[in-house]
């Protein structure tokens, strides 16, 4: 069972930069689609980023394009999202998720992926 820990969330000011981690175990799989969803107060979970952990291309919604970087350290089963220039519309709760059979290069809808995290929580103030 793979298992998902989120972590760097926190508060910052428009403009400013945080990074999130995700912590990945329990792998059964050589290769997952990850991704990296958020739902603001009142919306649908949202798609943001995903990759691969075999690689490939990725996938950025095009709310995040050029502001936000999806990556991952293998060695570390890590998988990241640097969030830069953030807005007040970035404001939401913050999931990772991960399944084997997803096509990561067009994100995927969070109605296939089996397994997430707990959340963490971005808030980003004007």
């Known amino acids: 069972q793979v298992q998902l820990v989120e972590s760097g969330g926190g508060s910052v000011q428009a403009g400013g930069s945080l990074r999130l981690s995700c912590a990945a175990s329990?792998?059964?799989?050589?290769?997952?689609?990850m991704g990296w969803f958020r739902q603001a107060p009142v919306k649908e979970l949202e798609g943001v980023a995903a990759?691969?952990?075999?690689?490939?291309?990725?996938y950025y919604a095009d709310s995040v394009k050029g502001r936000f970087t999806i990556s991952q350290d293998n060695a570390k089963n890590t998988l990241y999202l640097q969030m830069n220039s953030l807005t007040p519309e970035d404001t939401a709760m913050y999931y990772c998720?991960?399944?084997?059979?997803?096509?990561?290069?067009?994100?995927?809808?969070?109605?296939?992926?089996?397994?997430w995290g707990q959340g963490t929580q971005v808030t980003v103030s004007s």
């Open positions: 329990g792998y059964t799989y050589s290769t997952y689609c």
């Open positions: 990759m691969n952990t075999g690689g490939g291309p990725t």
């Open positions: 998720a991960a399944d084997p059979w997803v096509s990561c290069w067009h994100g995927g809808s969070w109605r296939e992926y089996n397994f």
